[in-house]
């Protein structure tokens, strides 16, 4: 079962869940798909035994090839491409600007000239490891690159499938959150009892719904601030399934690198239960799907 760690904003305790979940199971493998601000090792310390560039293919071309169609440049979505047509026995040029580059590779599949190479660029690192018998794998993107989604991909591609597979995504509602939480059997959605928390939660229930992933909702530092995440989940019909208190020992533990299963043993049974909800209505969903 693949099951995704997500939250509508940063901040509310998603790597918590996704390190303690993981560490309080047999058999898991945790993949860090916050590629921009990975931060699953510092708590799990793994031994790092594999790491491989993240690459995209980008075009480069081949001027002597080249008449300066502009073919490319209409067929790229993202405007990574610029042509200068030869004018008044002129060259012309062709300008890529790889940083806006999502390495669909249409402009090298349509170039009628065939003057469009794919070479490969390095946007980031893949890092596998292992603690005790857990797998772990993380993405970083490099400083100043704009593209997660391709080095997310390329963690998820170490999904083992005989495993407990639990995905770290990174924050938000958009294209990397989407492209983490994809192909997942669950999503557990982490928030906390504020505005923000509630707002960014509605947020994230839409995307879930819209690609049809079942989910629940943990509430972290459950109590402090209001009722409001509880009623929606309430009123939309959304498993609550886990709260975490507000904890001095949970903060600290935090704050020094050190999961709080493994400060505090009886943690483990809470998110062995969290697990077991997750189990729950993943069966439930399965069963309705069938009828
Ligand atoms: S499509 Fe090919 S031939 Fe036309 S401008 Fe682009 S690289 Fe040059
Ligand atoms: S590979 Fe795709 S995104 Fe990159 S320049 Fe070509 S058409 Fe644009």
Redesign the pocket.
């Known amino acids: 079962m693949i099951i995704s760690i997500a939250s509508g904003k940063g901040g509310t305790g998603k790597t918590t869940v996704a390190v303690n979940l993981a560490l309080s199971l047999q058999n898991v493998q945790i993949l860090d798909c916050d590629v921009e601000e990975p931060n699953a090792h510092i708590f799990l310390k793994p031994k790092i035994i594999g790491e491989k560039k993240a690459v995209i293919p980008v075009?480069e071309?081949?001027e002597a090839?080249?008449?300066?169609?502009?073919?490319?440049?209409e067929v790229c979505a993202y405007h990574a491409?610029a042509?200068v047509p030869a004018n008044d026995g002129k060259k012309?040029s062709?300008l890529i600007f790889p940083h806006l580059c999502h390495g669909c590779g249409a402009?090298s599949l349509?170039?009628?000239?065939?003057?469009?190479k794919e070479i490969d660029k390095e946007i980031g690192i893949i890092e596998t490891g292992e603690k005790e018998n857990m797998m772990f794998v993380h993405g970083r993107l490099n400083v100043g690159e704009a593209m997660s989604p391709p080095v997310i991909r390329q963690v998820k591609k170490h999904i083992n499938l005989s495993k407990t597979v639990i995905i770290d995504a990174p924050p938000g509602t958009s294209c990397p959150v989407i492209t983490a939480v994809k192909g997942s059997d669950f999503c557990v959605l982490v928030t906390e009892p504020t505005p923000f928390g509630l707002n960014d939660l509605i947020l994230a229930v839409e995307v879930l719904r819209k690609i049809e992933i079942p989910f629940g909702v943990v509430i972290n530092r459950a109590d402090i601030g209001d009722g409001n995440v509880e009623d929606y989940c309430e009123k939309e019909n959304i498993p609550i399934l886990m709260k975490i208190p507000f904890s001095k020992e949970i903060a600290v533990s935090y704050s020094e690198g050190i999961p709080v299963v493994e400060r505090d043993i009886s943690y483990q049974d809470k998110f062995i239960n969290l697990y077991l909800n997750i189990c729950g209505i993943k069966n439930e969903a399965d069963s309705c799907r069938k009828r």
């Open positions: 075009p071309i081949d090839k080249c008449d300066y169609c502009g073919k490319c440049r491409i042509v012309g062709v402009c349509l170039c009628p000239k065939g003057a469009i």
